[in-house]
């Protein structure tokens, strides 16, 4: 079962052409690069594939059912890490993490297993306005996994992170369905069975398969 259907989506801010009619089929449990330069397109699109913004035309699917009528229900099965930190910076890690549990109506149980996932054992107690910034990026990480979502949407999500985060993201993304964006090719060979490109809101050409790199 396919797990995003996209059709002719295309984004308009005032004159500004931002998407041009994308067409787009990612199979369940695929991993998909998003690549292109600044302003292509790319954070639009991820931010159409996980519904946070409507476009201006075009139809999307997710998991089979319309993204814009049962939004709510979908938001549920998503995952999504924008380049905003999405954190309250006065609240711990654990406490950022247990406010996403309310809103999500996630299990409690999940915040241990968010936190062993994404290495933020040493800093759980900590305010996360003073978390370094790759550990800022780990929060966002954890929150995107907290309620086990099937679908993670994820917008340069090796930002600031160490070395280790290629393996993190590996791990992350594992058993799950993903479209990241990347300026990065080494790492969308990494992670990633296929790419998309953008070159100013049009994709250039069809998904191309990768050789996943291990």
């Known amino acids: 079962m396919s797990a995003i259907v996209a059709g002719a989506i295309t984004q308009r801010y005032g004159s500004e052409l931002a998407l041009d009619s994308i067409d787009l089929v990612v199979?369940?449990?695929e991993h998909l690069a998003v690549l292109?330069?600044?302003?292509?397109?790319?954070t639009t699109l991820l931010r159409v594939l996980a519904t946070a913004t409507r476009p201006t035309s075009g139809t999307l699917e997710i998991f089979g059912v319309d993204a814009w009528s049962e939004r709510r229900r979908l938001r549920s099965r998503i995952g999504f890490v924008s380049h905003a930190p999405g954190h309250y910076p006065?609240?711990?890690?654990?406490?950022?993490?247990e406010f996403f549990c309310t809103l999500h109506g996630a299990d409690r149980k999940r915040?241990?297993?968010?936190?062993?996932?994404?290495g933020l054992a040493d800093v759980?107690?900590?305010p996360a306005g003073k978390l370094s910034r790759g550990m800022q990026q780990r929060l966002a990480l954890a929150r995107a996994v907290l309620h086990d979502p099937k679908?993670?949407?994820l917008d340069e999500p090796d930002a600031s992170l160490d070395a280790e985060g290629p393996e993190l993201l590996k791990q992350l993304m594992l058993g799950r369905?993903?479209?990241?964006?990347?300026?990065?090719?080494a790492l969308a060979n990494r992670l990633c069975q296929r790419t998309l490109v953008l070159r100013r809101g049009r994709a250039v050409g069809v998904p191309t398969r990768l050789r996943v790199v291990h």
Do not use: M, P, S, W
């Open 27 to 29: 199979d369940g449990g």
């Open 111 to 118: 915040i241990a297993i968010a936190i062993g996932l994404t």
């Open 124 to 126: 759980a107690a900590r």
């Open 36 to 42: 292109g330069d600044n302003g292509a397109g790319k």
């Open 151 to 153: 679908l993670l949407i």
């Open 90 to 97: 006065a609240l711990t890690v654990t406490e950022n993490l």
């Open 177 to 185: 369905t993903a479209v990241i964006a990347t300026h990065d090719q």
